[in-house]
C-alpha cells in the first residue's frame, strides 16, 4: 500500500513579483519542468484563487485527452461527420431531383 508521502506529488513553488507593468518571471527550474521556451504562447485561467498557466500545445493535448475518453476505441469522428455530410448531401440531391421532376409535370401540364 502506498504511504501518503508516495501518492503526493511533489510540488515545485517559486517566489515572484508581479512588476508594475503586469509581469511576472517564471524561474528557469518551473520552464524547464513545464517545458515554456521562449516566444511560446501560453494560456492562463483562474480556478479557485489560483493562476494556472499551460502552454498553448499541452491544453490542445490535454483537452484532446479529456474528450477522448467519451469516443469508443476504434471510432473515427472524421469519418462518422464525412459520413454524415455524404448522406446529408444525397438527401439534398434527391430532393432536388424531385422538384426538379414536379417542374417538369407542372410546364408539360401548362403545355397540354
Same mark, same amino acid.
Given at each position: !500500500?502506498?504511504?501518503?508521502?508516495? +501518492?503526493?506529488?511533489?510540488? =515545485? #513553488?517559486?517566489?515572484?513579483?508581479?512588476?508594475?507593468?503586469?509581469?511576472?518571471?517564471?524561474?528557469?527550474?518551473?520552464?524547464?519542468?513545464?517545458?515554456?521556451?521562449?516566444?511560446?504562447?501560453?494560456? !492562463?485561467?483562474?480556478?479557485?484563487?489560483?493562476?494556472?498557466?499551460? +502552454?498553448?500545445?499541452?491544453?490542445?493535448?490535454?483537452?484532446? #485527452?479529456?474528450? &477522448?475518453?467519451?469516443?469508443?476505441?476504434?471510432?473515427?469522428?472524421?469519418?462518422?461527420?464525412?459520413?454524415?455530410? =455524404?448522406?446529408?448531401?444525397? =438527401?439534398? #440531391?434527391?430532393? &432536388?431531383? =424531385?422538384? !426538379?421532376?414536379?417542374?417538369?409535370?407542372?410546364?408539360?401540364?401548362?403545355?397540354?
Amino acid at each position: !500500500m502506498a504511504t501518503l508521502e508516495q +501518492s503526493v506529488k511533489p510540488m =515545485r #513553488q517559486a517566489k515572484t513579483v508581479l512588476a508594475a507593468n503586469g509581469r511576472i518571471v517564471i524561474p528557469v527550474a518551473i520552464r524547464e519542468e513545464l517545458g515554456f521556451k521562449p516566444g511560446e504562447t501560453l494560456v !492562463m485561467h483562474v480556478e479557485d484563487g489560483a493562476l494556472h498557466v499551460e +502552454s498553448y500545445p499541452a491544453l490542445i493535448h490535454r483537452i484532446q #485527452q479529456e474528450i &477522448a475518453q467519451y469516443i469508443p476505441a476504434g471510432v473515427s469522428l472524421a469519418d462518422e461527420l464525412i459520413a454524415e455530410r =455524404r448522406e446529408e448531401a444525397r =438527401r439534398e #440531391q434527391e430532393e &432536388a431531383d =424531385r422538384e !426538379m421532376e414536379r417542374d417538369r409535370i407542372r410546364r408539360e401540364d401548362n403545355i397540354a
